[in-house]
């Protein structure tokens, strides 16, 4: 069975700080896929990024970092230089390939970057 | 192309009564899902459709029905709305076999009250 763990409930920094959203997942499929969802206080739910489980390189997008360890079954996020419009709810979920590409959530991490 | 689009944005129900939150994508997918989310909580997977004329259980499937007759639509139907209903509920499209994209495209919601 599918499990995503977001240990983090809520996070709050300060502007300029740097910020790491932890998490971890369980899976038996060898196949499968990760991602990370924004929700901004508007409530809609933005796609971030997609990793696969046979790539483990890490990757940079502007201010944001993904950072995927199968050792460790985690795959962390990490703002750079957090700014008050990076405030949301970020999900991370799990997809597998064998199942019907439905995903599994985690119960969000709440971050408040505050001016 | 508008995506995922869901309406109503909004809707209030009494005990008892029906509805129909409808759902359409215009991006040719395939595979479609309805999730709802609880107040501070991730998305959970009520049904899932792989394309028209098959739909399935997710993980909250009870007091809930779907239908898929075209490959555009697929709507979710409440019979006999309880409060436990109150939530706000999520349709989302995927294409898996579109060059791997495994994401989903969420459409805006709507949120649903049951008093």
């Known amino acids: 069975a599918q499990k995503v763990t977001q240990a983090q409930t809520e996070i709050s920094v300060v502007e300029k700080e740097d910020v790491t959203l932890d998490c971890v997942y369980e899976t038996r499929d060898t196949t499968y896929y990760l991602f990370w969802y924004k929700q901004p206080p508007s409530g809609e739910l933005v796609f971030l990024i997609r990793?696969?489980?046979?790539?483990?390189q890490n990757e940079i997008s502007g201010r944001y970092s993904w950072n995927f360890q199968k050792s460790t079954s985690s795959f962390n996020f990490t703002i750079t230089a957090s700014q008050v419009v990076d405030s949301a709810v970020y999900f991370c979920?799990?997809?597998?390939?064998?199942?019907?590409?439905?995903?599994?959530f985690g119960a969000g991490t709440r971050l408040t970057v505050k001016p | 192309n508008a995506g995922v689009t869901q309406t109503p944005k909004f809707r209030i129900l009494k005990i008892g009564q029906s509805m129909t939150l409808q759902c359409t994508q215009d991006?040719?997918?395939?595979?479609m899902y309805w999730y709802r989310q609880d107040p501070g909580m991730g998305l959970k997977l009520i049904y899932y459709s792989v394309g028209a004329g098959i739909t399935d259980k997710g993980e909250v499937p009870n007091g809930y029905n779907v239908s898929r007759s075209t490959t555009e639509d697929f709507p979710l139907r409440l019979e006999l709305a309880a409060p436990s209903q109150t939530s706000v509920y999520f349709c989302a499209s995927s294409d898996p076999w579109d060059r791997g994209r495994y994401e989903q495209y969420f459409g805006p919601g709507t949120r649903l009250t049951v008093t």
């Open positions: 991006m040719n997918h395939n595979y």
């Open positions: 990793r696969n489980s046979f790539d483990e």
């Open positions: 979920a799990l997809s597998e390939a064998g199942g019907n590409n439905d995903m599994r």
